[in-house]
T-cell receptor, first 112, second 114 residues
Framework: DVKVTQSSRYLVKRTGEKVFLECVQD?????MFWYRQDPGLGLRLIYF???????EKGDIPEGYSVSREKKERFSLILESASTNQTSMYLC???????????FGQGTRLTVV | GENVEQHPSTLSVQEGDSAVIKCTYS??????FPWYKQELGKRPQLIID?????GEKKDQRIAVTLNKTAKHFSLHITETQPEDSAVYFC?????????????FGKGTLLTVNP
């Protein structure tokens, strides 16, 4: 079974804090993704990575950065959290070449 | 970039009826079209997918059709059951190599009434 694990299920942070969301996968997949899920807006791609230290901007990268130092770990960073970043964040991983993507359980982040 | 439109946003059916969800995509280079089901409080999970060299694919009560000319693909669920109630997302992907990314539609909330 593929395991994609996000470090926190729920997180509450203050405006202006630097926030780290961690995602770890155990399937040796090359591709990893960070999505944001909001009601009525679906899953929007923030950043993705196709190799260690390689990253690409998705559709809504503003206010976020990512880090991929090891193949199994992909981190999403909110440099200075704002209330409009309150959302559900989903990590996903895939083996590449138009194959199934597997999702983590999600982190519900609230910025107050 | 790719844009995926999904309709309807909500769909309510009676148990045993069929449900159809439709998606369109903008980039003719897209060549992989998965469908994900997300139950309340759970992560999205793949239920069926189709590649651009195939026009239709079935898996028990679920089928997906693809019209590349119209850039349109649809999910069909027959003999719906209450456990089919969930949010369904379509997606499109460009690229056959290692740098592919999935662009999702906004989702359809399907409610199956007993």
């Amino acid at each position: 079974d593929v395991k994609v694990t996000q470090s926190s299920r729920y997180l509450v942070k203050r405006t202006g804090e630097k926030v780290f969301l961690e995602c770890v996968q155990d399937m040796d997949h090359e591709n990893m993704f960070w999505y944001r899920q909001d009601p009525g807006l679906g899953l929007r791609l923030i950043y993705f990575s196709y190799d260690v230290k390689m990253k690409e901007k998705g559709d809504i990268p503003e206010g976020y950065s990512v880090s991929r130092e090891k193949k199994e770990r992909f981190s999403l960073i909110l440099e200075s959290a704002s209330t409009n970043q309150t959302s559900m964040y989903l990590c996903a991983t895939g083996g590449g070449g138009n194959t199934e993507a597997f999702f983590g359980q999600g982190t519900r982040l609230t910025v107050v | 970039g790719e844009n995926v439109e999904q309709h309807p946003s909500t769909l309510s059916v009676q148990e045993g009826d069929s449900a159809v969800i439709k998606c369109t995509y903008s980039d003719s280079a897209s060549n992989y079209f998965p469908w994900y089901k997300q139950e309340l409080g759970k992560r999205p999970q793949l239920i069926i997918d189709i590649r651009s060299n195939v026009g239709e694919k079935k898996d028990q009560r679920i089928a997906v059709t693809l019209n590349k000319t119209a850039k349109h693909f649809s999910l069909h669920i027959t003999e719906t059951q209450p456990e089919d109630s969930a949010v369904y997302f379509c997606a499109a992907s460009i690229g056959g190599g290692s740098n592919y990314k999935l662009t999702f539609g906004k989702g359809t909330l399907l409610t199956v009434n007993p």
